[in-house]
């Protein structure tokens, strides 16, 4: 595991660690009556010290320190709770205040778990959590990615006055290694040239120099920012976009028959079978359907991209499937907060999920080089001509 994953996660075990501390501190305190080194005739009892207890959850083994009574009588809930609090924990600490609701819905979530959680401790978490954000976002990067993914994500988030929706856009590389990482998140108000084009110099800021193949979908303004950005690059046009587009304008009686010679084309053995292909559909239908001509011309060029790389990656790279499947994640989990308050409470949520994504991907090579090369040549050679 990367030094710098393997940082983050430990940051997220030690936050998790201080949280719960506090949390058998508060309830140590509100049993004995009197906080540590407070003089109150309202005291119960006297502490006797600590006793170091593990805790294994989701984050990690916490060490934590379980305080004593001198009456021995003093009995944490926590410890209580513990099939509870392993469950709940991520939520907690990097759901629930990650999906931006309040600090006020953390304490209750806590509290349903028979332990109490002060505001402070709640914006220390958020502090400390804002800080491995940054690092997230600004860690050095690697010079060669050969295949980046880029797409937007879509959520509602509250600007001041009223709710709007607003485009996150992700970008995930894989590296010369086979292992897929999301490399960065950002929010922006649309998608554009200007916005892309800035997106992606921020991870050239961060070291990335070079990528063979940027996968997304058709918005224009990706595909030139993609080829400003990273010269040298080919575009490939996500073949699920292309097939929802296309239906977009086939009529449906012609639509199975239009989809299984796209079929054809995107199965071809190879580059050269397939533009073959590709130039027979647009001829079938230039009079036919003009309008699907037209279409075919302008974007089966880019759509096919893919058949110039290693035939074994095509499952792999001829659409931004891996990036929906985490988007899908990402619906799934903020369905609870249906709308952000804020812009930074989007990536309170994204960022951990996507440090927990990116430690889950070390565990299996997405694609493999051995024996493998490719051409970028004969990408250049066959885009040219649609």
């Not at 983050?8 to 508060?26: C, S």
């Not at 976002?137 to 929706?165: C, E, M, N, Q």
């Not at 279409?295 to 990656?313: I, W």
Request: proline letters at 2%; charged letters at 30%; hydrophobic letters at 40%.
């Amino acid at each position: 595991m990367p030094l710098l994953l393997q940082d983050k996660q430990e940051g997220f075990r030690k936050i998790g660690e201080k949280l719960l501390n506090a949390v058998l501190e508060k309830e140590f305190e509100a049993y004995i009556g009197a906080s540590k080194h407070e003089r109150t005739e309202e005291r119960q009892d006297y502490r006797n010290g600590y006793k170091e207890r593990q805790l294994k959850t989701t984050l990690g083994e916490l060490n934590l320190l379980r305080p004593y009574a001198r009456s021995g009588r003093f009995e944490t809930k926590l410890f209580e709770n513990y099939s509870r609090i392993d469950k709940a924990l991520v939520s907690v600490i990097v759901e629930s205040y990650l999906k931006g609701v309040s600090t006020r819905k953390v304490e209750s979530i806590v509290s349903e778990l028979g332990i109490e959680l002060s505001h402070a401790t709640v914006s220390n978490l958020s502090y400390e959590l804002d800080e491995l954000i940054t690092e997230f976002r600004t860690s050095k990067l690697r010079r060669y990615y050969p295949y980046l993914y880029a797409d937007a994500l879509y959520l509602k988030v509250f600007d001041g006055a009223r709710f709007v929706s607003k485009a996150v856009m992700i970008a995930i590389g894989v590296n010369e290694e086979g292992y897929r990482e999301i490399l960065d998140m950002d929010i922006i108000h649309e998608e554009s040239y200007a916005t892309y084009k800035g997106f992606f110099e921020a991870l050239k800021d961060r070291g990335v120099e070079k990528v063979d193949l940027v996968i997304s979908d058709g918005h224009r303004g990706i595909k030139k920012a993609a080829s400003d950005s990273f010269v040298g690059s080919s575009w490939q046009l996500c073949t699920v976009h292309m097939k929802r587009n296309l239906m977009k304008i086939v009529p449906k009686k012609s639509l199975a028959e239009v989809l299984e010679y796209l079929g054809d084309v995107l199965k071809a053995r190879d580059i050269q079978d397939a533009m073959s292909i590709a130039h027979g559909m647009i001829a079938t239908y230039e009079k036919r359907m003009p309008k699907l001509a037209k279409f075919l011309e302008d974007n089966l060029g880019d759509t096919m991209t893919f058949l110039a790389f290693p035939k074994r990656h095509h499952r792999k790279i001829h659409s931004t499937n891996v990036l929906e499947r985490f988007n899908k994640e990402v619906k799934r989990r903020t369905k609870v907060v249906g709308a952000f308050p804020c812009d930074g409470s989007v990536l309170r949520l994204l960022v951990p999920l996507a440090v927990d994504t990116n430690a889950k991907w070390l565990d299996r090579k997405y694609v493999s080089w051995e024996n493998l090369e490719h051409d970028v040549e004969v990408v250049e050679e066959f885009t040219e001509k649609f």
